[in-house]
């Protein structure tokens, strides 16, 4: 069997199986508007997927296949931008960027017929519906991301949320590139992986309702932490931040959080973690190191018959290894040559 022949089967049976889930969502799950939105997601996508098992089969020549692929994937952009707001408890009907994506369906779909009848070729007109999927779905991810914190600052569930965005967007994006190139083998091998990717979505809604309350809570935290980073007074902050790191040395315990050192200056960890990423441009980790790497150089210079290893401790590290490592990187030498070129 050639990749052609595993591509129409395998999604042709996928898109008879995600039509089924979205019937079974349907019929076993409490009538939230999530699970209405969860079970019309799945029902286009096996939609497309039916639909495209025909549409590679007849080498993408069937005018009604082409069709219902093609609304379909363009219709995922706006159902699957819903999804995943109102997973997080935003309300998307009344969002701007919501509306924004309803416009380039309408567009899409109005240009798409237009194109369409006027003969131009399919692998041209896919770029449309693709397009449509590729940019919603990038433009959530950006909302969220602006909304919500960056991956490292954000949940667990969040992150595997964040992760399966950025999956669909480099598929869609490699479907995009392929059709109108003509690279019919890698635009099935992209599409096989969306398939997997939506599946991931499916694996997550079948852990519902609690997948969706942990979602909405962890969502609901991350955006407190941001609005209450707005009222706060940054240069102060940093200026204590700066004092207690002189005065109490924080950094020299070896198993320092950052909500022990956020505690300090009285601020949640999040919090302290935005304010190093967009006020100093660093992570909780390299920002203690500094400063542990700050003593280090200090007394190495100033206690020229102590242990470089016994100094490193005593500055808060507690391996050797990971200590060699960050002096190096910051200083570009060794502990041991930065003695001798400085004494």
Not at 33 to 41: E, K, P, R, V
Request: glycine residues 6%; aromatic residues 12%; positive net charge.
């Amino acid at each position: 069997m050639n990749l052609e022949d595993f591509t129409k089967t395998f999604i042709f049976s996928y898109g008879v199986a995600f039509m089924n889930i979205a019937l079974i969502m349907i019929v076993s799950r409490r009538k939230h508007l999530i699970d209405y939105i969860n079970a019309l997601f799945h029902f286009v996508f096996g939609l497309m997927c039916f639909a495209g098992g025909f549409s590679v089969a007849n080498r993408f020549e069937s005018l009604p296949a082409n069709l219902t692929v093609y609304y379909s994937m363009a219709l995922l952009g706006p159902i699957g931008s819903a999804f995943v707001l109102d997973s997080v408890g935003i309300r998307f009907t009344k969002m701007r960027l919501f509306h924004t994506i309803i416009l380039g369906i309408t567009a899409v779909y109005i240009g798409g017929t237009v194109l369409i009848f006027a003969g131009v070729p399919w692998k041209y007109v896919f770029t449309l519906s693709y397009g449509l999927l590729f940019l919603s779905d990038v433009s959530v991810f950006i909302f969220l991301r602006i909304e919500l914190g960056k991956f490292r600052n954000v949940a667990g569930n969040l992150k595997v949320l964040y992760t399966i965005l950025l999956v669909i967007a480099v598929q869609t994006l490699g479907m995009l590139l392929s059709k109108p190139l003509g690279l019919d083998s890698l635009l099935y091998i992209f599409w096989i992986l969306l398939i997997f990717a939506i599946f991931g979505l499916t694996l997550l809604s079948f852990s519902a309702p609690e997948t969706w309350n942990r979602l909405r809570e962890s969502a609901t935290q991350a955006h407190n932490d941001k609005t209450r980073l707005k009222k706060l007074d940054i240069p102060e902050l940093l200026k204590s931040l700066e004092e207690v790191m002189e005065t109490r040395t924080p950094f020299t315990d070896p198993e320092l959080s950052l909500e022990d050192l956020a505690s300090l200056i009285g601020i949640s960890g999040p919090q302290l973690s935005e304010i190093l990423n967009q006020h100093l441009g660093v992570n909780f980790s390299s920002y203690v190191n500094s400063w542990r790497i700050k003593m280090t150089k200090k007394r190495i210079l100033a206690e020229p018959d102590s242990s470089i290893l016994t100094i490193a401790f005593d500055s808060g590290f507690n391996t050797k290894s990971s200590f060699n490592a960050v002096f190096k990187k910051e200083t570009g030498t060794t502990p041991t040559a930065y003695r001798k070129e400085n004494t």
